[in-house]
């Protein structure tokens, strides 16, 4: 009898186990939002559509390009005008992109192509967040 109870308790543990498991192998937090692919990492190209889908959000003057105060503190003055190489004042989607793509090697240490969740809490992973979403 007392087999039987260990194998009934065994067998429930195992059950009550399997769904913290599949939980904790889901992303959670800014890497799911950005993560479509559900690898548990964010890569350059799933940061590039949630760049784009903001940048599109930002653009409100149906102009093409997004301006300092379009982008609403999302950036630094000096971020921006790095990112602005014609200096005029206004980034264009492309410019837009490039500068997203820079940050995400910033925020990429380990340069494997792909962020996880302690690179996206770091400072620059938080900066690149705050120009994807």
């Not at 109870?5 to 186990?17: E, I, P, S």
């Not at 498991?21 to 993560?35: E, H, I, M, N």
């Not at 799933?46 to 503190?73: C, H, I, P, Q």
Request: a negative charge; proline letters at 3%.
């Amino acid at each position: 009898m007392n087999k039987a109870l260990l194998f009934g308790a065994l067998a429930l543990a195992g059950v009550m186990a399997l769904p913290a498991t599949s939980t904790l192998a889901k992303a959670t937090g800014p890497v799911a939002a950005l993560d479509t692919d559900n690898d548990g990492t964010v890569d350059l190209n799933e940061v590039n559509k949630s760049a784009t889908e903001l940048f599109t959000r930002l653009e409100k003057d149906s102009d093409g390009t997004v301006d300092f105060k379009e982008m609403k503190g999302r950036v630094s003055k000096q971020g921006f005008k790095t990112a602005d190489p014609d200096n005029d004042g206004t980034l264009s989607k492309d410019e837009f992109l490039v500068m997203v793509a820079a940050m995400f090697k910033d925020a990429d240490p380990d340069s494997d192509g792909t962020l996880d969740a302690k690179e996206i809490a770091s400072k620059k992973g938080k900066a690149l967040m705050r120009v994807t979403r």
